[in-house]
């Protein structure tokens, strides 16, 4: 005969944590999703005033500033700072990218 293993009151409480922390989680992801587009509609205007005014797509100065300023904000927060530059550095890319899409269909 094999025993079966019903949940005690300790695993049920860590479920319900467990739970809780994962509504929390979901709506942390919900946030950042709504923060980056409106990241991304501030970049695109950003990215039309470059055009508009023959401006390069990139601006590597501004981006090594930004990735200071970012590593210092993780630190901070006790967030890896190497993390912090990964993400911004692909953030970035991804602007530089829409940057120069809007360069290439912006008439001179």
């Known amino acids: 005969m094999s025993a079966v293993s019903t949940p005690d009151a300790g695993t049920d409480a860590a479920r319900a944590e ?3 922390l994962r509504q929390s989680i979901d709506n942390m ?4 999703i709504h923060l980056l ?3 991304f509609r501030i970049t695109q205007r950003v990215g039309e005033l470059k ?4 401006l390069p797509p990139a601006d590597p100065e501004r981006e090594a500033a930004q990735i200071a300023r970012l590593r210092s904000l ?3 927060a006790r967030l890896d700072p190497e993390f912090a530059e990964k993400f911004l550095t692909f953030v970035v890319a991804e602007v530089v990218r829409h940057h120069e899409a809007i360069a ?3 008439p001179s």
């Open 18 to 20: 467990l739970l809780r």
């Open 74 to 76: 993780a630190e901070d």
């Open 29 to 32: 992801d919900a946030a950042l």
């Open 37 to 39: 587009a409106e990241r």
């Open 51 to 54: 055009a508009e005014h023959g």
């Open 104 to 106: 290439a269909r912006t």
